[in-house]
């Protein structure tokens, strides 16, 4: 239903004047309804008080109902009030909610790659371990050819340090 038809239609209040109650006559004669009227006046001398007191009753009613009227078209406006703060507080929330979903995806997403990153960095880390192990191995490796290599130059310069001796004492003789 459009807003403003159910507005303008919960705001619509029975009016005092008029109605089918205004088209009976205040003597007493059949409604258009063909029932009886609601108002029988005696044709006693008493019908002027009797009409007096009807009237001032009507008007009390009259009263009555557009105190009634302004107090429902109060309510009204207190309901299409709450009606719209609670609207935009739905807004609020939906759009808080959304900004929520939002950031737990974004943080979903984040958790994620950071995941993948500590697992390359583990990786990395091994891989280091491993060639720390290898270097390791190595210079134990060089270390012994470089002793090894030592042993030999020591032996040879040894050997060079006789064949000389041997060369300068036939060279003596």
Do not use: Y
């Amino acid at each position: 239903m459009n807003r403003h038809l159910w507005k303008s239609q919960l705001c619509e209040m029975v009016q005092p004047s008029g109605g089918p109650a205004a088209d009976q006559d205040v003597l007493g004669e059949e409604s258009p309804l063909g029932k009886p009227a609601m108002l029988h006046l005696p044709s006693e001398q008493g019908a002027p008080e009797t009409l007096q007191r009807c009237l001032e009753e009507n008007q009390e009613l009259r009263d009555a109902i557009r105190q009634s009227n302004q107090i429902l078209r109060e309510r009204c406006e207190e309901l299409l009030h709450f009606q719209a703060s609670q609207r935009e507080e739905k807004e609020f929330l939906m759009c808080k909610f959304q900004e929520a979903r939002k950031l737990v995806e974004r943080l979903g997403l984040e958790k994620l790659d950071l995941k993948r990153q500590k697992e390359q960095a583990l990786r990395e880390v091994e891989h280091l371990k491993r060639c720390q192990q290898q270097m390791a191995e190595d210079k134990a490796s060089v270390k012994a050819q470089v002793t090894s290599l030592l042993g030999e130059l020591q032996e040879s310069q040894s050997r060079l340090e006789a064949a000389t001796k041997e060369c300068q004492a036939l060279e003596g003789r």
